[in-house]
Nanobody, 124 residues
Framework: QVQLVESGGGLVQAGGSLRLSCAASGRTFSTPAMGWFRQAPGKEREFVAALTTGGLKSEGYVDSVKGRFTLSRDNAKNTVYLQMNSLRPEDTAVYYC????????????????WGQGTQVTVSS
């Protein structure tokens, strides 16, 4: 099993930045893709971004965050980061770290492990 622990959420004004962290432990070799989903009040959970944690880096983003959010990884720490810039009120949501087999399967919702979630609130 893989355990995921997120940190870094909070309250920020529109246009501001936050960085989320997700530290993985356990059988991390079994989940070579990690990323983020989010769920806003009254809305369905949606894919945000993901990357591969081994070998050649590959990543994917939902269109609404392209150019504003950036993923990075520190394999020595088994940690993935989501740098969120130019935040908008519509980015307000609980952000969940996820792990799985590939970016494509994460996008389809085939999740092997979930974090506990961290709240991001963007005020206008």
């Amino acid at each position: 099993q893989v355990q995921l622990v997120e940190s870094g959420g909070g309250l920020v004004q529109a246009g501001g930045s936050l960085r989320l962290s997700c530290a993985a432990s356990g059988r991390t070799f079994s989940t070579p893709a990690m990323g983020w989903f989010r769920q806003a009040p009254g809305k369905e959970r949606e894919f945000v971004a993901a990357l591969t944690t081994g070998g050649l880096k590959s990543e994917g983003y939902v269109d609404s965050v392209k150019g504003r959010f950036t993923l990075s990884r520190d394999n020595a720490k088994n940690t993935v980061y989501l740098q969120m810039n130019s935040l908008r009120p519509e980015d307000t949501a609980v952000y969940y770290c996820v792990a799985g087999l590939t970016i494509a399967t994460l996008i389809k919702g085939e999740i092997k492990a979930w974090g506990q979630g961290t709240q991001v609130t963007v005020s206008s």
